[in-house]
């Protein structure tokens, strides 16, 4: 330690203080990191590793970033998880060496500022606690103040905790450890979402702890007001939360006004695999929102109307009359399409309110921002009149939001008096403070402008004056103004000039007069900031009084964002208002894939698909590509739409809003998605059978897929019984499937029902209709599919040979044929085989080509030979 230079070791006590953050140390104009930290940015922000000497005979890697880009990189490793501390240089050099502190430390559930945050997601900073079979969970928003925490006791405790934990999607989690333990995250981080856990010590979860930063942050005595006396997970969880803001954001804290209890079982329960396949909020293929549900719902002008509204889509409701009052607010829009274009109009470009309010509480607000609320107040009268001119039967339903929409005008008042109508970006650039407004910024401002304009004219003088044309007046920071004259005209200056810098070929001199007037320019310049930056505080406090109301405005622009929005989508997509009834019924006339109707413009076939007391499960049948999955999706995607508050795509939908919808698509039809094995599949299908009650809906796609026919024939058969015979679990059930077997099930289980999807034959060929018909599929087509799909002619007719032959229960195999090949002719033919071998982006055109002369060979070839074996059954092509 003694061979370390100073600096070193002050870089080493500083990263001992925070071990878990990349510690960005200030050195002049950059920003330095070191040893792992180097290697870790250097990777990340694809900078040069270079090392530094740090000693004798030592040195260590460095990576560094220019301090004007510093909240660019930050996003960078913010976004992937990482935490930052930043290490600044405060006050003077001791020693030769500057004092430096770590003035803030970045955490990706911590960031307010908007460089570091998503626009139309939400950025949770979550905390997880368990205890037994018990689980806590809290959560925060510390951008706009959201705080909210709830618990799960028994054995469906962590499941349910997961689900909501992806709902949440936080950006940090925080769990405890205990020192001396290794530190397990609580979760398996593998998984969509991209969440950075900070291990929290466990004694900061401890109730005691807990609750005393709970009563001590709300200034309370006792957490009933809130509902977490007797919930008691959710509390130490919620605890936990405000200690860590303490330590990292302890600006954060003034934003968090009030802390909700909530329980999941408010809501319809998603299960992960649910959401995945519903595609909610984003694509299964890319990720991305194209695609999703919300894509097609999406009509929000505001960030926070987009950030309620898909927080709405991952959390439907259950509640009738929660879910009427959403959709007569919903339907007051589509009544009166002019109110909704004109709230739009108001909307677009309105402030991000919700976010704007945290950073003005949380004392980061730019002038800018200001300017922006003085934009949204202004707005605001306008807003509410609009909604309550609105006229139609359902306009009532929109009054109490127009009432949270109370304006407030003395704040109004008091910023159009305060601010220019166009202030900079930042503070320090000046000119913030409308002229006015305090009579002694005025005052400094007029003795600068004075000094300045007497300076301005101090060169004509000067020259006149002294005769001298070359005279110039200028400033540099170390001398301050000065007036330079050339090196051939010093000789004739005055005599009040006092020499100061001599350069190559001029001179530069002040005099008394001059120094006094740059004094002055220079005090009222320093005057006028410091005034003005006090000001803009003062314009701040005043502001974060107003933080609750100003906060309920923002949430309830949201609403309206977010139901206008929904009004929006019904009115361009032709929906119509779900009726919900207590009768046990899922009724969908002329329903509609919302998303896939959108890719087909017109050309999407409408189904009727009724579930009740009498047909509670239904076995689609029909070949591949007759729109099985589309149908299944679909139904399941009117009722969650039904439940968030939304018009659905259909003719007429009549429904009993169900707890759950559990989707469970077979491990072949997601295998493209990498994600899924035969075993998942199975977990998810026990799942099911487990939890589903007779409220829930299940959708069942291909499952049993991932294994032999006959294992997966056996499966499915087994589960179709289950799902029917349950005394007391008895859900409304959509199973697809390509076993055309399974319509055997209707002729002994009463409340099963077969439909397949229509295809017509023509010429050979077929063409699907996408029409659900009642009844089971007569046959699987799977010889067309494969036609469809380009398989070489003579294939095609051979398999339709082998087919017939096996329809009419001859063997496949000729009798005197030379003994069977071990390998079943259908799967596997030679040319089979080689098709599946292939990699046709590996091929140029000429070897496809030549390619594709062996493979019609090859069938020339076996079909004369007669070459056959067993066949399997044709299930197999599925
Ligand atoms: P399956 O599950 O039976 O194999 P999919 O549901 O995947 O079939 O549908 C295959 C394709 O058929 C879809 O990608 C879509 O383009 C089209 N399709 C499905 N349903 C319809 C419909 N109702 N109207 C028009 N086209 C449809
Ligand atoms: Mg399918």
């Not at 006229?391 to 304006?407: I, N, T, Y």
């Not at 989707?663 to 599949?681: C, N, P, Q």
């Amino acid at each position: 330690m003694e061979d370390l230079t100073p600096i070193r070791r002050q870089y080493l006590d500083l990263k001992r203080q925070h071990p878990d953050a990349i510690l960005f140390f200030r050195l002049g104009d950059f920003y330095e990191t070191f040893d792992a930290d180097a290697e870790i940015v250097a990777r990340e922000l694809d900078l040069v590793l270079t090392s530094r000497p740090v000693g004798k005979g030592q040195r260590v890697p460095l990576a560094g970033v220019p301090a004007h880009a510093l909240e660019a990189y930050l996003a960078r490793l913010v976004e992937r998880g990482y935490r930052v501390a930043i290490a600044e240089q405060v006050g003077e050099p001791v020693n030769g060496l500057m004092p430096r502190r770590v003035v803030r430390v970045v955490t990706p559930g911590t960031a307010l500022e908007p460089t570091l945050l998503e626009e139309r997601a939400p950025s949770y900073l979550a905390a997880w606690v368990e205890e037994g079979e018990g689980i806590g969970l809290a959560y925060c928003e510390v951008s706009t103040g959201q705080f909210a925490a709830t618990q799960w006791t028994g054995p469906e405790a962590r499941r349910e905790a997961e689900a909501e934990w992806l709902r949440l999607s936080p950006r940090e989690c925080l769990y405890p450890v205990t020192p001396g333990e290794p530190a397990t995250p609580p979760l398996p981080s593998a998984g969509e979402v991209a969440c950075a856990f900070t291990p929290f010590p466990a004694h900061r979860f401890a109730p005691g702890a807990a609750r005393t930063a709970l009563l001590e942050h709300f200034r309370v005595t006792s957490l009933h007001a809130f509902g977490l006396e007797d919930q008691p997970l959710a509390l130490r969880a919620a605890g936990a939360i405000l200690q860590y803001l303490q330590e990292t954001r302890p600006e954060a804290l003034s934003l968090l006004v009030s802390i909700e209890m909530y329980s999941t079982a408010r809501y319809m329960l998603l299960d992960p695999a649910t959401r995945r396949n519903l595609e909610l909020v984003e694509s299964a293929s890319g990720g991305g929102r194209r695609g999703s549900l919300l894509s097609v719902l999406d009509f929000t002008r505001t960030p926070m109307g987009g950030r309620l509204l898909r927080a709405w889509l991952s959390q439907p409701l259950r509640d009738r009359a929660a879910i009427e009052a959403r959709l007569d607010q919903v339907e007051a829009f589509v009544e009166d399409p002019i109110a909704r274009d004109r709230l739009a109009a108001h909307l677009r470009g309105f402030p991000d309110l919700e976010r704007l309010a945290g950073r003005i509480g949380s004392g980061l607000a730019s002038p800018r921002d200001l300017a922006a609320l003085r934009r949204a107040l202004t707005a605001l009268p306008e807003i509410q009149a609009l909604l309550r001119r609105m006229e139609g039967p359902h306009a009532g339903a929109v009054r109490p939001l127009a009432d949270r929409l109370e304006p407030l005008p003395e704040l109004l008042e008091l910023l159009s008096r305060a601010l220019v109508d166009d202030p900079p970006v930042t503070l320090s650039e000046g000119g913030v403070i409308r002229l006015g407004f305090s009579e002694e910024l005025d005052r400094w401002r007029s003795l600068a402008r004075e000094a300045q304009a007497w300076l301005a004219e101090l060169e004509q003088r000067e020259r006149e004056r002294t005769g001298i044309r070359s005279l110039k007046v200028g400033y540099n920071k170390v001398f301050g103004y000065y007036i330079e004259v050339s090196k051939a005209a010093a000789r004739s200056v005055p005599s009040d000039y006092i020499r100061k810098q001599t350069l190559v070929n001029a001179e530069r001199f002040i005099t008394p007069e001059l120094k006094e007037y740059e004094t002055q320019v220079l005090n009222a310049a320093a005057r006028q900031a410091e005034l003005e930056a006090e000001l803009f505080r003062d314009l701040c406090r005043r502001i974060g009084e107003e933080l609750p109301r100003l906060r309920a405005i923002a949430q309830a622009l949201a609403h309206l964002d977010a139901v206008a929005s929904l009004a929006e989508a019904a009115a361009r997509h032709r929906y119509v208002r779900p009726e919900l009834t207590e009768e046990d019924v899922l009724e969908i006339r002329g329903g509609r894939h919302p998303v896939v109707e959108q890719a087909l413009a017109g050309r999407f076939v409408p189904n009727d698909v009724v579930l009740d007391a009498e047909g509670r499960i239904l076995i689609l049948t029909g070949p591949n590509m007759a729109g099985k999955s589309t149908l299944l999706r679909q139904v399941a995607l009117i009722v969650l739409m039904a439940q968030v508050g939304s018009f659905v795509p259909a003719d007429r939908a009549r429904l009993r809003p169900v707890d759950r919808i559990f989707t469970r698509i077979g491990a072949h039809d997601e295998l493209a998605a990498g994600r899924s094995t035969f075993m998942v599949e199975m977990n998810e299908t026990a799942y099911i059978l487990h939890q589903a009650t007779s409220d829930s809906l299940v959708v069942l796609d291909e499952i049993g897929r991932g294994t032999s026919t006959y294992d997966g024939l056996a499966i499915a058969w087994a589960v179709a019984e289950h799902l029917h015979n349950h005394p007391k679990r008895r859900p409304k059930v959509l199973f697809a499937t390509h076993y055309h077997e399974l319509t055997a099930l209707a002729a002994y289980l009463p409340r099963v029902r077969n439909a397949h999807m229509a295809v017509a034959e023509v010429e050979g060929g077929i063409v699907f209709l996408y029409q659900m018909r009642p009844g089971g599929a007569d046959r699987s087509y799977g010889i067309h599919v494969a036609e469809l799909a380009g398989l070489p002619r003579a294939v095609i007719r051979r398999a339709r040979e082998l087919l017939r032959r096996l329809e009419r229960g001859e063997p496949a195999v000729q009798p005197k044929a030379p003994p069977a090949a071990p390998l079943p002719l259908f799967a596997e033919h030679p040319v089979v085989q080689a098709l599946r071998n292939l990699d046709p982006d590996s091929l140029s055109p000429l070897e496809a080509l030549h390619k594709l002369y062996e493979l019609k060979g090859m069938v020339e070839g076996s079909s004369r030979a007669g070459s056959s074996a067993e066949a399997g059954p044709e299930g197999g092509w599925g």
